[in-house]
């Protein structure tokens, strides 16, 4: 019933919410502000706003990017399309004005609490030289029952259907937690000879092989068996959504989750919005209230695609140890033959560590030599393998040249 008493509890906070959003407002006139008091409480009302939980995916705010080098770099405006909606995902296309014969790329983003718009820096330094398309996973709480189970087959078979619909030629690019249906995907492409299967396939900070310097989060997953993560983290949607009874991992335990891995932080940067609020600090705190804007937007993950993701991912290392399936189907990587393949880690990883990544090399036994290669990025964690300055200095430049050079 974890899923009913957390909604019970949102329920009975809404009229606290409601109030703080009126008197913040109430005190946004510049002539209160003078009064030391009244700012505090206006700080002290927008912290409160400000740890709002959200169900709803964020706005990717990428309306224009800036496309070409030197005197030729110039701003495009960027359109959001969906190319395919299915019931679990949409196959966004971010069109440019103007803009054609680019590589097209397909990013596979992560399930795993968040929306997609968690890989927006992602897709704006990629959108520089690449025709980007991404999965937008749907929030599985909003997905009826009559649309049917979605587990790691599905999530698989959703990369090999949007890859077709984009047609042969596309590039594929996961980031974490797909790394394994990814690899899966191409793999089983290649082995059908699909004339979409990938030209080229890059993996970042993904766990293809968690035996290898398992990290806290590899030995969460191992310390209990798969009932109890099925006992005590799977709740029934509530019935106001229209997954009504879906039965989920919602999105808040997976955020208190991530939150309990680092307390001292979080509460650190709460306090920090508050003093720069009072201190009229407006831009930074600014930077702070939209962190946690894009952190709090939570997406339910459906229960299959969590259990079995546990299960044959962290626990059992099928896809390393050659077992893994796909509708009862071996998959095997050693069927990629014309695949270009780059891993990606970062040295500092404490999600999937230096070696999890890179251990597709092995598996991918019959890509030639000069159609592989493996950086390791020095000084970033995991969430600086796809975003921040090294992301965008030294990491993208590997990936462009990989995929524009890729036969």
């Not at 990629?336 to 404490?350: C, I, M, N």
């Not at 036994?365 to 970033?380: C, E, R, T, Y």
Request: charged share 20%.
């Amino acid at each position: 019933m974890n899923y009913h008493a957390y909604q019970t509890y949102v329920d009975l906070m809404s009229p606290m919410r409601f109030l703080a959003e009126a008197a913040h407002s109430s005190l946004a006139n510049p002539a209160l502000a003078q009064c030391d008091s009244l700012r505090k409480l206006s700080a002290a009302c927008e912290v409160f706003m400000a740890s709002k939980v959200t169900h709803s995916r964020p706005d990717f705010q990428l309306a224009t990017v800036m496309t070409g080098e030197g005197k030729a770099a110039h701003e495009v405006a960027v359109f959001e399309e969906a190319a395919h909606i299915a019931p679990f995902a949409t196959l966004l296309h971010f069109r440019k004005e103007g803009i054609s014969g680019q590589p097209r790329v397909l990013i596979v983003a992560p399930m795993s609490g968040h929306f997609a718009t968690l890989l927006r820096e992602t897709i704006r330094t990629m959108l520089a030289d690449h025709d980007v398309y991404i999965t937008d996973w749907h929030n599985a709480r909003d997905v009826p029952l009559s649309a049917g189970r979605f587990g790691l087959d599905e999530y698989t078979e959703y990369v090999m259907d949007f890859l077709r619909i984009m047609g042969p030629g596309s590039h594929l690019m996961a980031i974490c937690q797909p790394c394994v249906p990814a690899l899966a995907a191409a793999s089983i492409m290649a082995e059908d000879r699909d004339k979409a299967q990938p030209r080229s396939l890059t993996l970042m900070a993904g766990p293809i092989d968690c035996r290898i310097n398992p990290t806290k989060v590899n030995q969460l997953a191992t310390s209990k068996p798969l009932d109890w993560f099925k006992n005590n983290l799977i709740s029934p949607v509530p019935w106001r959504h229209k997954g009504a009874m879906r039965r989920v991992y919602p999105g808040f335990l997976q955020l208190s989750a991530f939150m309990s891995m680092n307390p001292d932080r979080h509460m650190g940067a709460f306090k920090g919005l508050y003093q720069d609020l009072v201190a009229g600090e407006i831009e930074k705190a600014g930077t702070t209230r939209a962190f946690y804007e894009e952190y709090f937007a939570v997406l339910d993950m459906d229960a299959e695609f969590y259990l079995e993701t546990i299960q044959y991912v962290f626990q059992e290392y099928a896809l390393a140890q050659g077992e893994l399936k796909w509708r009862g189907r071996s998959v095997n990587p050693a069927a990629l033959r014309r695949t270009a393949l780059l891993t990606v880690e970062g040295e500092k990883d404490d999600i999937c560590s230096l070696g999890q990544t890179m251990a597709a090399h092995d598996l991918c036994s019959s890509i030639p030599p000069f159609l592989k290669s493996h950086h390791m990025q020095a000084g970033v964690g995991h969430y600086g393998v796809f975003s921040g300055r090294r992301w965008n200095q030294q990491i993208y430049p590997i990936v462009r040249e990989m995929i524009y050079s890729a036969p």
